[in-house]
């Protein structure tokens, strides 16, 4: 049997010379060519998206149908995920790498087709979709004028299109939004899809009647729904060619000068990537995203010329046609349901009680690269000089609570911090730094102060949250950090200061640059976690680590700690008189440096109050160290020599 490996993962292959397109003569191997070669590009698209298939064992001229369930023989490594469903839980893949990809490919998964949300936080949604689907005698080139007026539209309310063919006859408008409940974007759609008919009866519709689509292009504003899913970019389509829906650049698409330029092949799609890279990479950078308007005057469907009322935001009165090209969403074959469960489902909402023990990182003398914490991805977040903080948002009929990393209860003496907390929903817990601001820098001894002194002062508080222990009626310690910061970002996108996230992100070179910029702000540093963490406080030094930015000054060896020909840490006299004890621990390399020159200087060992056991130097050495933090720590870097 023919073998691939994909990922470090051999996969056996089947029937790789079944003719899957008659009209071309397309194989399935060359299908699973094709997804091999841009799975890089379509991976990330897909990432944390449960995926439903369009399945063709025997080629798109055979049987044809929708499989949200896992196909028989996925693959046990394969990740799968429960997510909701009017019918019970549902489980459904979710593929993060190209052996999973291309194992369920070889399985027939033809059209791999995904909602706006992720498995993380099913029903929220981060991005908005309008499926432009030409009625007869129309084209994909009567879709680019209704696109274009959706683009200009968007605009307007602060919101950028990017754009990508369906595959079929059509067009799919896609759209970054800061992550908001699916029924909210739905009806954003669907309002502005009946206020472009109103404006342009002879050119769009918004309803799915076949009757009055003639001419017109459907501004298809239901694949919004939580329970309905699009085309993913890359994927090839069950159509009578291997087409391919494929991002296009704006103006790309308005220079075409028929509709064939705009339709594109599996033989074609991985050169224009190597010329051109993903087009729709902007899509995945979270600083793209927008909110969405918190409200719009379209005229209501009802209104609007030759229209008539849907019977519900999911679009199931309106839905369920195949579309112009006698395909559709995968969705609309064979719906099942996926939508979004209320946030406790009934149960009670405090999940979490105080104290919860927190994660605690390790200090590091250098900041990670993105594979230094097991290869998955690093968060880069900023490190803040203040208070830990849990904060456990507890309803209208509870005091919140706000407890500190040793596990105190802080509530009492930060009001201004627990009233906001209070107006938080019921069961929320975030993991933060309690902060102070004063004269234009954080201020960590204004929280030493009395809170009557601070209001006296007017002095700012804040609380800067970079995690999410729980939501109401729900515990998501276990969920990976992308995920918690996902959802993180959802619950506090409309909370006003002074409840705020902490700034973060994933590429090293924009955190430091971030903490070079904001010094004088009184910064520390930056705490780096890797992005697949989940919150477990045991183990936490391996996954979570802190860099403090600090002072590299000259200072005195004046002791060693631990044996002789392995010393565990030094006794430090800084040039101002302090005397700090080395920390972390020597690294091995350190050791052995400190071993080798100290040889022949030690004393007798002497037992410190301070610092256990000791071997004074008779003669000092100097080194290099780096002061950081409060109360400051001595970071050794290296003897001098001299």
């Known amino acids: 049997m023919p073998q691939m490996v994909v990922d470090g993962r051999t996969l056996a292959l089947s029937h ?103 498995a993380a936080a ?20 009567t879709c680019r004028t209704v696109a274009g007026m959706l683009r200009e539209r968007l605009a307007a309310d602060g919101l950028e299109a990017w754009v990508k063919t369906s595959g079929g006859k059509g067009l799919h408008l896609l759209v970054p939004l800061e992550p908001t409940p699916s029924a909210r974007v739905s009806a954003y759609a669907k309002a502005l899809a009946a206020e472009l008919e109103a404006a342009r009866p002879e050119l769009v519709v918004h309803t799915m009647a076949k009757a009055r689509r003639t001419g017109r292009v459907l501004v298809d504003w239901s694949q919004n729904a939580a329970k ?58 979270p600083a793209r995203a927008r909110p969405l308007p918190a409200a719009t005057a379209p005229r209501p469907p009802s209104a609007t010329a030759g229209g008539r009322p849907g019977k519900g935001e999911d679009g199931k009165s309106e839905g369920g046609d195949k579309g112009e090209d006698g395909k559709g969403d995968a969705d609309d074959r064979k719906d099942r349901g996926t939508g979004a469960a209320t946030p406790s489902g009934g149960r009670d909402p405090l999940v979490l009680a105080p104290p919860v023990e927190v994660m605690r990182p390790a200090a590091v003398p250098a900041v990670p690269r993105a594979d230094g914490l097991g290869g998955a991805g690093v ?149 780096c976690k890797a992005a697949g963490s989940a919150y477990r406080p045991r183990g936490a030094g ?51 440096q400190v071993a080798e020159l100290a040889a022949g200087r030690l004393g007798a060992p002497v037992h410190d109050p301070q610092y256990g056991d000791v071997r004074p130097l008779t003669a000092p050495l100097r080194a290099e160290v780096t002061v950081t933090g409060r109360p400051p720590t001595a970071l050794f870097v290296r003897l001098r020599g001299d």
């Open 228 to 285: 309905k899913t699009t085309a993913a970019p890359y994927t090839a389509r069950a159509q009578e060619r291997p087409t391919v829906s494929t991002p296009l650049s704006w103006a790309e698409l308005d220079g075409a000068a028929s509709a064939e330029e705009l339709v594109f092949t599996i033989a074609e799609v991985p050169e224009r990537l190597t010329a051109h890279g993903d087009l729709l990479e902007p899509l995945l950078d």
């Open 542 to 592: 391996r996954v979570w680590v802190k860099y403090r930015r600090g002072d590299t000054v000259d200072a005195t060896v004046r002791a060693v700690t631990g044996p002789p020909s392995r010393p565990r840490a030094v006794v430090l006299e800084l040039d101002d008189g302090r005397v700090l004890l080395s920390s972390p621990p020597l690294s091995p390399l350190q050791s052995r």
């Open 122 to 141: 099913p029903g929220l949604a981060d991005r908005l979709v309008l499926d432009l689907d030409p009625g007869a005698g129309a084209d994909v080139l």
């Open 379 to 527: 968060l880069y977040e900023l490190k803040l000089d203040g208070f830990r903080c849990v904060a456990f948002a507890r309803g209208p009929t509870r005091p919140p609570f706000l407890q500190s990393r040793s596990g105190r209860d802080l509530t009492a003496e930060f009001p201004p911090i627990a009233a906001a907390v209070a107006r938080l929903p019921a069961g929320l817990v975030l993991d933060a730094e309690l902060v102070a601001w004063r004269g234009g820098r954080f201020a960590f001894e204004e929280l030493l102060r009395t809170r009557q002194a601070r209001a006296a002062e007017d002095v700012a508080l804040g609380l800067i949250a970079f995690d999410v222990l729980a939501l109401p009626g729900r515990d998501v310690r276990g969920l990976p950090l992308t995920d918690r910061r996902r959802l993180l970002l959802a619950a506090l996108a409309e909370v006003p200061p002074p409840v705020q996230p902490v700034l973060a992100t994933t590429d090293r070179a924009e955190a430091l640059a971030w903490m070079e910029q904001l010094a004088d702000t009184g910064v520390e540093g930056l705490v």
């Open 16 to 118: 790789l010379d079944k003719v899957y397109y008659p009209r071309t003569g397309t194989l399935k191997g060359e299908v699973l060519r094709y997804y091999a070669a841009v799975h890089a590009a379509l991976l990330p698209h897909l990432r944390d998206r449960p995926v439903s298939f369009l399945r063709c064992p025997d080629g798109v001229a055979a049987e044809v149908f929708v499989a949200k369930n896992p196909p028989p023989g996925t693959p046990g490594w394969v990740r799968t995920v429960e997510v909701p469903s009017s019918s019970g839980e549902l489980r459904q893949v979710v593929l993060e790498n190209g052996a999973a990809l291309l194992s369920v490919v070889n399985l027939g998964c033809l059209e791999l087709h995904v909602p706006q949300w992720h």
